[in-house]
């Protein structure tokens, strides 16, 4: 027979918003084995919370020897960019109700770079490629007195590209640098529109014939993996097209 206490715990059990969610995450250790493997997780979380605080609880409370990166946790930083059921996402604003939870998630390093230890990758040759587009402002003449005056038109031509946050999650869904990693890649084509298209700099053409390499803007295949992977909403694929406009027409 029922009692006041079972029907309350009961209504409470009924009412909790909480599931068990099966994260399947891609394991790797080089000091232990050569070839990495699967292993699942059951954990007891909201849906309404991140695939980023699923890996907290894993780590904090299942097996801190999961390593992962992050740090701002809010989208802005791009460190904890990895492979979710399949695609290119930030854990931190991937929701797991979004997920279908009642499968396992998938959860695995990031495309295309060197795995180090679990879901960490070596992301120097991502930044080596955004270093040699020179994606700083580059004047001549003496120091101005002023700021340097911009109009509002001329900020808006290059606005989306600055939204880059250097995840690496469009370098690292592209299958041209899945199958050779000296192309340049999104990212750093991205970054180096930002600076081409700025009536401020005076480098536009220097980084152009930088991007005219053979592993420049030309190993663009337009797939749209970039675009659709970048959680930033860049329009990546549009960008790379107008540095290859810029190429051919010389005019930016």
Not at 129 to 149: C, I, K, Q, S
Not at 169 to 183: I, K, R
Not at 212 to 228: E, L
Request: aromatic share 8%; net charge negative; proline share 5%.
């Amino acid at each position: 027979m029922a009692t006041p206490v079972m029907d309350k715990i009961e209504d409470e059990a009924a009412a909790s918003p909480y599931i068990t969610a099966t994260f399947r995450i891609r394991r790797f250790n080089p000091e232990a084995a050569a070839e990495s493997y699967w292993e699942d997780f059951n954990v007891e979380i909201d849906p309404k919370e991140r695939v980023l605080d699923a890996l907290h609880k894993i780590k904090w409370d299942m097996d801190g020897t999961l390593t992962f990166r992050r740090s701002c946790a809010h989208g802005i930083c791009g460190s904890d960019a990895m492979r979710i059921n399949g695609r290119n996402r930030l854990a931190c604003k991937t929701l797991i109700k979004d997920l279908a939870p009642e499968k396992p998630i998938l959860v695995e390093p990031i495309k295309g770079l060197t795995v180090q230890k679990d879901l960490i990758v070596d992301m120097e040759p991502f930044f080596q490629a955004y270093r040699d587009v020179m994606p700083f402002l580059v004047t001549h003449g003496n120091e101005p007195t002023r700021e340097r005056l911009q109009s509002a038109a001329d900020r808006e031509r290059f606005d989306d590209t600055t939204k880059c946050i250097l995840c690496a999650a469009c370098t690292s869904s592209c299958p041209v640098f899945w199958n050779d990693g000296q192309y340049f890649g999104p990212a750093a084509i991205v970054n180096a529109h930002r600076f081409i298209f700025d009536s401020r700099d005076e480098a536009g053409e220097q980084r152009l014939e930088i991007l005219n390499d053979k592993d420049g803007v030309w190993r663009c295949r337009t797939t749209f993996n970039c675009t659709d992977a970048c959680p930033r909403g860049i329009e990546v694929t549009k960008a790379i097209a107008e540095v290859k406009r810029a190429l051919i027409t010389r005019r930016f």
